[in-house]
């Protein structure tokens, strides 16, 4: 199974960021957080950057909403020509419409379960949606240690999705390196984010090697 890398701009220089999303075009898909400071402790960025942001990707955008008003806000991300919109299960008042909305602005929808979110009952809305995040740290900030004990749920998601025979994806944030990407897609992920361990800091390899390192992984 190929696996997709997603790298997160998160942990990018903000002041770079057109650089940084060159850097990462080996990369099947970019990850952009966006936090309101609300659903989770900390800001990170809005539709306008995002607008900006899906004009100079030299990839394709994997939005992913930490936000309290997803009902409201997810299409207008979609709208932004974003290949997939993850809202927060935690957040979404009616999920079925929030998915169907997204996918009627032309991107694929995701949901995103928290570490202590059970899963279960999406699993039962499997044909609404394309792609389940199981987020692997608290969502809020990079550079966290993976939570081995959400492989359970991750588990669960996948031998849901394959009895279906449906095109859902599987993806993991949070904690992902050289050795945590095996542990993942072992329990089923085909989608991996990878924030710090991608962009690193200033004097450590290129997120190309990075990237390269992942995939060989
Ligand atoms: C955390 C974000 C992640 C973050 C992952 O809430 O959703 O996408 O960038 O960062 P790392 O890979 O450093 O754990
Ligand atoms: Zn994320």
Redesign the pocket.
């Known amino acids: 199974m190929s696996v997709r890398i997603s790298p ?1 701009i ?2 990018a220089d903000f002041v770079n960021l057109e650089r940084d999303l060159h850097r990462i075009s080996s990369a099947d898909l970019v ?1 952009v ?1 966006v ?1 309101d400071g609300h659903f ?1 402790p900390n800001l990170t960025l809005g539709l306008p950057v995002v607008q900006r942001i899906a004009e100079v990707s030299p990839l394709p955008l994997d939005i ?1 909403l ?1 936000i309290d008003d997803p009902d409201s806000w997810a299409p207008r991300y979609a709208e932004t020509g974003a290949f997939s919109v993850t809202f927060p299960a935690e957040a979404a008042s009616d999920p079925k419409a929030l998915a169907r909305a997204i996918r009627s602005a032309g991107s694929r929808a995701a949901v995103a379960v928290k570490p202590g979110t059970a899963i279960e009952p999406w699993l039962d809305l499997l044909d609404e949606i394309d792609m389940i995040l199981v ?1 692997t ?1 608290e ?6 240690s993976f939570i081995d004990d959400t492989m359970p749920k991750l588990r669960t998601a996948r031998e849901a999705v394959d009895a279906s025979g449906l095109d859902v994806w599987l993806e993991v ?4 390196n050289d050795e945590t990407i095996v542990t993942a897609v072992r329990n089923g992920a085909d989608t991996i ?5 991608v962009y690193g800091r200033p004097g450590t390899p290129e997120p190309a090697e990075r990237i390269a390192a992942l995939r060989a992984a």
């Open positions: 997160s998160l942990s990850h957080d936090m989770v992913h930490m987020m740290v969502p809020g900030f990079g550079g966290q944030d949070g904690g992902i984010v990878a924030g710090s361990s």
